[in-house]
Nanobody, 119 residues
Framework: VQLQASGGGSVQPGGSLRLSCVMS????????LAWYRQAPGKKRELVAS???????EFGESVKGRFTTSRDDDKDTMYLQMNDLKPEDTAVYYC??????????????WGQGTQVTVSS
């Protein structure tokens, strides 16, 4: 599975951005989809995780501000980010948790897209 993230940019505090992640390859091997972010000097942290059941778990710092969605016709998942804060500044990555017979569980990562929130 290959992932291609896009949609990052610079925005003022309180603004919004929507990130996209186009998926290709053996999509039937996908178990979970997620968004992570990594700020300079910090560990990569979970932003949102989407489960096969349809549920989504959000990191505490983004609850109530970020939402996720998925368009299966376009093989694309989205991260809608509202009320952005300077502390949301980071490189954002999309992630797919995979399972394939004979291989087991692996992860696929997109290349990352920069989000900068500043006035």
């Amino acid at each position: 599975v290959q992932l291609q993230a896009s949609g990052g940019g610079s925005v003022q505090p309180g603004g919004s951005l929507r990130l996209s992640c186009v998926m290709s390859g053996r999509l039937e091997s996908i178990n979970t989809l997620a968004w992570y972010r990594q700020a300079p000097g910090k560990k990569r942290e979970l932003v949102a995780s989407m489960y096969p059941s349809g549920g989504t778990e959000f990191g505490e710092s983004v609850k109530g501000r970020f939402t996720t969605s998925r368009d299966d016709d376009k093989d694309t998942m989205y991260l809608q980010m509202n009320d952005l804060k300077p502390e949301d500044t980071a490189v954002y990555y999309c992630n797919a948790g995979l399972y394939e017979e004979g291989i087991g569980s692996t992860d696929s990562w997109g290349q990352g897209t920069q989000v900068t929130v500043s006035s």
